[in-house]
């Protein structure tokens, strides 16, 4: 029996808007089910024949568990960033007309299209020593090469689209007199933002940051040229996994994979679930 | 007096919107702004509501400058014709914004924020539905509650724009009653938008014709009704049929008409365009008429004719079956005008009756 039978069974046959249902829906799942389920089972299948305890042990390695704080930590700095910034692009690119908006409306799609790798390589040069924005901030002590602060600007580069492209569409629909209303109501510009445009934005905000975490998470090309790659100092957790395999230690690799696809899996299911319980009653049943 | 609006002109790039707008609204009046679409309605509630500013013109209340003012000052409750109310709220939370928002200093406690809800919701009649949300409610239900928004704050000028535009008939009649109670006992002075005349005549204590951005006719409902000022507001009234006719002392004359019962009228001799309902057109069997009758149709408590003559005039006119029992088809008749309206000059298209629904439909050049 294939999987459209088996939705279809509890109800009455009724006349669908998308023709050959069945054929439809069975190739996306079929999809989804190669490219997307099957590595991630078989990265589990993996995880669980190396046993919980060896799991363990991998894990709580110190090397494993610098390699993770720097990550979460470098992940969070982009993430909060990219939230607010992401955020205020969102904004001025729907609120405002000015010469070149479009060029920088296309130019938020950059770091999607540039390989990561590229992105990295770009980044180091501009922030080491004796690059542009590097001989600015050596003087002044600041060095950010080789540094945590290095991970976080190169995750932030790749994962700012997530947040202002989620954004911007639903800033764009607002309906406009929706603000006029809160307007004649007396409220204030900050009240009209906080009260009526942010709350109608949120879902779509969580959403957007909590994906630009998880991309951060596992974030590699951008990251290792300018992370400095120390063990214990300066190694994310996609590195260590690539060293691992590189050392044909696929067990260590593949607890250290799983970890951060766990950790990715949680957030999202979590923000999915408040974006649920925000939107719940706002569209007609 | 209260609302003073004069001279208000308003452009969107090569477009005259408002074009010299004269308005003088009353303590507790209800107005309604009728017209067609694009006549500029909207753009003028805008303006009162200090959503949108003029490019020319004065607008004041009780004598202070309200151009000068936001419109959070000048405290006026604005229904939008979608209602805008606010998706993420409870109604409850809606109607208490205005208050919510107030300045600390100004702002009611808690309690009586809900207090003052409560009242509305039970005035409203939608007590049942404080804790509902938009989506879950029906397009009356949401117009009640955009109305109770707009009055928690006790505005000093009620605005409508389209009210009842979104809603279906028989919910459309029952909110138009239903807000003409309201209106009776708060007394707020209220200016709504409607393209719908049934309504506006219903509802309105005086009824602003509008059109291309100029005000036709001001007047009680009655007094437009029987006597239109211009020819914009015949036609938009429902004197569709349009004759020409020639004035000599201030009567009218026309082959086959017999226009004795209208009023003697100071209209230079010379010709002139005869508006009238095809309800005050009575056909009368005559022999020695010009006109026949080639079209009978009955429409259950009404009888449709259609006379012609030999150059093709054709009338439509429109009797109770009683009256039109000794008529039959091809009989030679003659017309007479029970009420009409006579503007100097030559209409654009004479003699063709030109048919305008009652209600204007929104898709208008
Ligand atoms: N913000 C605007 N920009 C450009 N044109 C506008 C704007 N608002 C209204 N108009 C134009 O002004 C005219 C009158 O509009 P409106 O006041 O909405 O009329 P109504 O409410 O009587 O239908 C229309 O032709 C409309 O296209
Ligand atoms: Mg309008």
Known sequence: ?285 | MTLAISHLARRFGATQVLRGIDLQVRQGELIALLGPSGSGKTTLLRIIAGLDWPDAGALSFDGSDWLAKSAAERRIGFVFQHYALFPHMTVRDNIAFGLSVLPRADRPGKAQIAATVDRLLAFLQIGGLADRYPAELSGGQRQRVALGRAMAIEPRVLLLDEPFGALDAQVRRDLRRWLRGVHDSTGTTTVFVTHDQEEAFELADRVVVMNGGVIEQIGKPDEIYDHPATPFVARFLGLTVELPVTMRAGRAHAAGLDLTVLPRRAIPDGPATLFLRPADILPVPDPEAPFRVTEMATTGALLRIVAEDDTGCRIESEVPRRDGRDLRQGQPVGLRAVAGQIFPGSGQQPAQPIHTPKTLKEARP
């Open chain 1, 1 to 285: 029996m294939s999987v459209a039978a088996v939705i279809e069974a509890p109800t009455r046959r009724q006349k669908r808007v998308l023709p050959g249902f069945g054929l439809t829906m069975g190739l996306t799942l079929t999809y989804v089910g190669i490219i997307v389920l099957l590595p991630v089972i078989a990265l589990v299948l993996k995880g669980a024949e190396i046993g919980p305890l060896r799991f363990w042990e991998i894990v709580t390695a110190p090397r494993t568990l610098a390699a993770l704080r720097l990550t979460i930590t470098a992940a969070a700095l982009a993430t909060a960033f990219n939230a607010l910034y992401g955020l205020l692009m969102a904004w001025v690119l729907v609120r405002y007309r000015f010469p070149g908006r479009r060029l920088l409306d296309a130019m938020m799609d950059i770091p999607f299209a540039l390989p990561t790798a590229v992105a990295g390589l770009a980044l180091t040069a501009l922030f080491s020593e004796n690059g542009w924005y590097g001989a600015i901030l050596a003087p002044a002590g600041i060095s950010v090469v080789y540094t945590i602060w290095g991970v976080a600007i190169a995750m932030a580069f790749t994962s700012i689209p997530f947040v202002v492209r989620t954004v911007q569409p639903i800033l764009e629909d607002l309906d406009a007199s929706q603000e006029e209303a809160a307007r004649t109501l007396g409220a204030t510009p900050f009240q009209i933002f906080s009260r009526v445009i942010f709350p109608a934005i949120l879902p779509a905000y969580l959403i957007g940051t909590t994906i630009a975490f998880a991309r951060s998470l596992g974030e590699f090309g951008a990251v290792i040229f300018i992370a400095g790659n120390l063990p214990m100092k300066t190694e994310v957790a996609s590195l260590l996994a690539v060293i691992r395999l590189e050392e044909y230690d696929y067990n260590g690799a593949a607890a250290i994979a799983l970890t951060l696809v766990a950790i990715a899996l949680v957030l999202l299911a979590l923000s999915n679930w408040l974006q649920a319980q925000l939107t719940r009653r706002r569209v007609p049943a």
